[in-house]
T-cell receptor
Framework: DAGVTQSPTHLIKTRGQQVTLRCSPI?????VSWYQQVLGQGPQFIFQYYEKEERGRGNFPDRFSARQFPNYSSELNVNALLLGDSALYLC?????????????FGPGTRLTVL | KNEVEQSPQNLTAQEGEFITINCSYS?????LHWLQQHPGGGIVSLFM???GKKKHGRLIATINIQEKHSSLHITASHPRDSAVYIC????????????FGKGTHLIIQP
């Protein structure tokens, strides 16, 4: 059974551009969470989606948005990119939506903003 | 907001040594996760704990809910255990994702 997949693997953008990152959860998982990991730091929570609805949002500006599709895959969008948005973006899926579920992480998308 | 502190930040040990990594948090939680991250970024979930102790192979994780503290132990350490070990907690409400520590960078030398 395939694990969590993310695309693209690597991405280079310039300041001001917009980017879309994609995540496919493990089959049967209905919850997807997004995290940002800046080099040398632990990941920071961005969003959690469950059954296509936003269930949690971290302390990120409105330039960050996400959605979840009927097949439970998810997209993270970042507008007006800043140099500080350069990071590894991680997606994690889990099931069901409660506080004690195991998170399964994807390999991440490394975003570089020049 | 939960504050998660890990110690040590960096740890270098010889093959075969017993390793302990500590994690403390400030607010009551519903679960604590220990994760392993290798160079390149991939994260693997090692344990999820809400009480007591869990063991998987050479890895042991314990949690003391009253003291808001957890430890990850590695017995008979091996160079392939070299990685960043991250503690993460989910608060008592169960929402709003995980809060992560900064990680412990472990190097096991042959």
């Amino acid at each position: 059974d395939a694990g969590v997949t993310q695309s693209p693997t690597h991405l280079i953008k310039t300041r001001g551009q917009q980017v879309t990152l994609r995540c496919s959860p493990i089959s049967g998982h209905k919850s997807v969470s997004w995290y940002q990991q800046v080099l040398g730091q632990g990941p920071q929570f961005i969003f959690q989606y469950y059954e296509k609805e936003e269930r949690g949002r971290g302390n990120f500006p409105d330039r960050f948005s996400a959605r979840q599709f009927p097949n439970y895959s998810s997209e993270l969008n970042v507008n007006a990119l800043l140099l500080g948005d350069s990071a590894l973006y991680l997606c994690a899926s889990s099931s069901p939506f409660r506080g004690t579920d195991t998170q399964y992480f994807g390999p991440g998308t490394r975003l570089t903003v020049l | 907001k939960n504050e998660v502190e890990q110690s040590p930040q960096n740890l270098t040990a010889q093959e075969g040594e017993f390793i302990t990594i500590n994690c403390s948090y400030s607010v009551g939680i519903s679960a604590l996760h220990w994760l392993q991250q290798h160079p390149g970024g991939g994260i693997v979930s090692l344990f999820m704990l809400s009480s007591g102790k869990k063991k998987h192979g050479r890895l042991i994780a314990t949690i003391n809910i009253q003291e808001k503290h957890s430890s990850l132990h590695i017995t008979a350490s091996h160079p392939r255990d070299s990685a960043v070990y991250i503690c993460a907690v989910r608060d008592g409400r169960g929402a709003d994702g995980l809060t992560f520590g900064k990680g412990t960078h472990l190097i096991i030398q042959p």
